[in-house]
C-alpha cells in the first residue's frame, strides 16, 4: 500500500521543484485551486496553469491539458476529482 513520504522527504523533494503544473486550476479567485497556485507563485514556484477553457490565469499562460506544455515540468499538483483523472 501507498504511503506519502515524511515530513523531511517532502521538504527535499521541494527543494528541487522550480515549476509546478496546476490541472483544475480555475481562473475563480475564490476557489482553492487559486489561492493554493498563488501563494506557490509567492514562494517563487512557477506555476503553469492546465484548464481546458481559460486563456491567462495568475499571470501565466494556459494549457489546456498537460501533454500540451512544451517545458520541463518538475511536480504536478491535481485539483480535479479522482472521476476526471485519465
Do not use: W
Amino acid at each position: 500500500m501507498f504511503e506519502n513520504p515524511d515530513a523531511q522527504a517532502r521538504c527535499a523533494l521541494l527543494k528541487k521543484v522550480k515549476t509546478i503544473a496546476v490541472v483544475g486550476l480555475s481562473p475563480n479567485a475564490s476557489r482553492p485551486s487559486y489561492g493554493v497556485s498563488k501563494s506557490l507563485q509567492e514562494f517563487g514556484f512557477r506555476v503553469i496553469p492546465v484548464h481546458p477553457a481559460a486563456k491567462e490565469i495568475l499571470g501565466e499562460k494556459v494549457y489546456p491539458a498537460l501533454k500540451d506544455i512544451p517545458e520541463k515540468i518538475d511536480l504536478v499538483d491535481v485539483f480535479r476529482s479522482a472521476e476526471f483523472i485519465d
